[in-house]
């Protein structure tokens, strides 16, 4: 008989009131749960404990709504390591780029993503990549994609990519609407910069044909899919909900709408350097020989573009909200763009000459940097550097550059949206951050102790960087073109995938500058 079972038959045993006797098991389990936790902290092996009183669920109402700011409280009370209880698994962050260093490159025997992201990204990928296959076959579809995303593909998306936008601006709703003596309004950047995000990056990762299929019964689709992308399917990977029913519904639809293209492309031998598609058909074969698979391939298309949306769609959400409150930094933005294009229609290779552009996604990406906690499952114990902690197999550990990197200490005036606090920014040039290694797609960082690490480092750091910049230059560009506009920064909504605006309060205001 189980020590709880014991318990309740004690306790039905006991003389008292059958009121007494249910608040006494309802108590319980609340003071259990305290006085293991004060016996837990007397381990002098293990990293404190943050208090809490809800059996199960833990801290995550306090992490969930504010987890920047819980971090800062715990780093007060305990340091800059700590354990909270996360919806019955226990997370042991370490913050600052000592944390950065023992997370992001740990041993790959030591911890395992799969483990921590493959619940919620299988069902909406599908099966087979980037989290449901061992490692060593997510380091090569790395570099498989990252094959695809070169000089001159970007040469030919960022054309596409303008006129993308400039399609959208000129007749969605949500701009003129095909009304071009409409001269000013309101537009919900949320709204706008997630479907032109999809809009730019089908266009050019997946070519014209799958752009085409970018109609109203296909936008029910994606926001099927979407809405199985959240921390509730981090949390859950199965419940009998409707919402996890139409994901499934909306993964094997577009998987296979995918995969009948590749069929088309092989049937008709049309395999050219057009896109990510051509590129994974031609270059998929895995370093022991075996081929990914047309379905695999389909599923790695999804994950690819599934990752790409959010942290996007945030980044150029956030940079419109920001300038929005800044027309002189949007005045600069447009004398760079005459400065360096003269009248000239924007290229690739012009978003380089373009540094107050980047320097602008930057420093939102400092401010906002999409992901604001990064997971791993602890698979073997791993003792804490220079410390008697050791984390036992099974707990979490989660790092958050996202914290350094809004922290006063790391970038003075954190709060402030500055993208001149990047002029004359020359690279750091100690030995340990021009040292590179390359775990199989390609050279990266050897060192992870930068405060400022937007795409993560190491083994999983993102391979999306200059598609991003690519994207979200190409964006920038032709918005401060065509537009001048006013907004108000909204708080971040730290309950959602990636850190977005607060939805209601996402707006800007417009004016074209044509007028
Ligand atoms: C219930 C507050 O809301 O009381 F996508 F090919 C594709 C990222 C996984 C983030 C998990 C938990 C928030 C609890 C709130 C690809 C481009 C990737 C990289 C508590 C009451 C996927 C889970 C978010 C926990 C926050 C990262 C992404 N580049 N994309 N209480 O995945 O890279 C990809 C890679 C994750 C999370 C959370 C709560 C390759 C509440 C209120 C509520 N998080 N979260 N990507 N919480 N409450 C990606 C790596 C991987
Ligand atoms: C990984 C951020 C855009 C594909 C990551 C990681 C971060 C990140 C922090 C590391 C995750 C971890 O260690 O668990 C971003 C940001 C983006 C962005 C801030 C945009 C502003 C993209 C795009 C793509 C992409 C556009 C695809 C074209 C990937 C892939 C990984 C990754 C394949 C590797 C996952 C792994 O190895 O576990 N990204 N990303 N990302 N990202 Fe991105």
């Known amino acids: 008989m189980s020590l709880v079972q014991e318990l309740i038959q004690k306790i039905g045993s006991l003389e008292l009131s059958l009121v007494e006797k249910l608040s006494i098991l309802l108590v319980a389990p609340f003071l259990l749960n305290a006085l293991w936790q004060f016996i837990y902290s007397f381990r002098k092996d293990r990293v404190p404990l943050v208090f809490h009183w809800v059996p199960w669920v833990g801290s995550a109402v306090t992490y969930g709504m504010q987890p920047y700011e819980f971090f800062a409280d715990c780093q007060r009370k305990y340091g800059d390591v700590f354990a909270f209880v996360l919806l019955g698994k226990v997370m042991t962050v370490y913050l600052g780029p000592k944390g950065h260093e023992f997370i992001l490159n740990a041993k790959l025997n030591d911890v395992c993503a799969e483990d921590a992201y493959k619940h919620l990204t299988t069902p909406v990928f599908g099966e087979g990549v980037i989290y449901d296959c061992p490692n060593w076959k997510l380091m090569d579809q790395k570099k498989f994609v990252k094959g695809s995303l070169t000089k001159d593909s970007f040469r030919s ?30 537009t919900n950047v949320l709204n706008s910069q997630s479907e032109l995000t999809i809009l730019t990056a089908s266009r050019s990762l997946l070519g014209d044909d799958m752009r085409k299929l970018l109609t109203k019964k296909w936008a029910k689709l994606f926001s099927d899919l979407d809405k199985g992308f959240t921390p509730l399917n981090f949390i859950f990977s199965h419940l009998p909900l409707p919402s996890y029913w139409t994901r499934d519904h909306a993964q094997k639809t577009i998987s296979e709408t995918y ?26 074969t895995y370093k022991d020989g075996s081929k990914m698979t047309d379905e695999e391939i389909s599923h790695l298309l999804i994950g690819v573009l599934m990752g790409g949306q959010h942290t996007s769609a945030s980044t150029s959400s956030w940079f419109l909200l920001h300038l929005g409150e800044k027309p002189e930094l949007q005045e600069e933005l447009f004398e760079e763009q005459e400065r360096v294009l003269q009248g000239r229609e924007l290229t690739y290779d012009d978003l380089a000459n373009m540094p107050l ?24 114990p791993l003792p804490v550097p220079n410390s008697k902690y050791v984390v036992p197999k099974g707990h979490y550990v989660l790092v958050s550059p996202g914290f350094a990197m809004t922290n006063d200490a790391y970038f003075p005036n954190a709060s402030d949206f500055q993208p001149h606090r990047w002029d004359e920014t020359v690279e750091p040039v100690s030995a340990d951050a021009k040292e590179t290694i390359d775990y199989g797609f390609g050279k990266v960082s050897k060192g992870v102790s930068s405060p400022y690490l937007p795409f993560g480092g190491g083994r999983h750091r993102c391979i999306g960087e200059h598609f991003a910049y690519c994207q979200l230059g190409t964006i920038l560009n032709t918005f401060v073109r065509t537009f001048k506009w006013k907004a108000v920064v909204p708080q971040p909504d730290y309950t959602s995938m990636v850190t977005l605006p607060e939805p209601h309060l996402s707006t800007i205001t417009w004016e074209r500058r044509d007028n």
């Open 357 to 380: 552009h980047n320097q602008v996604i930057k420093e939102t990406l400092r401010m906002h940097m999409p992901l604001h906690s990064i997971f791993r499952k602890v698979t073997r």
């Open 259 to 284: 995969l009948s293209l590749i069929n088309k492309r092989r049937a008709t031998n049309d395999i050219g350097d057009r896109d990510l598609i051509d590129s994974l058909m031609k270059s998929s």
């Open 157 to 186: 998306y960022v054309p596409k990519i303008r006129d993308e936008v400039l399609d959208y601006i000129n007749n969605d709703t949500n701009f003129m609407g095909g009304d071009s003596k409409k001269k000013t309004g309101k």
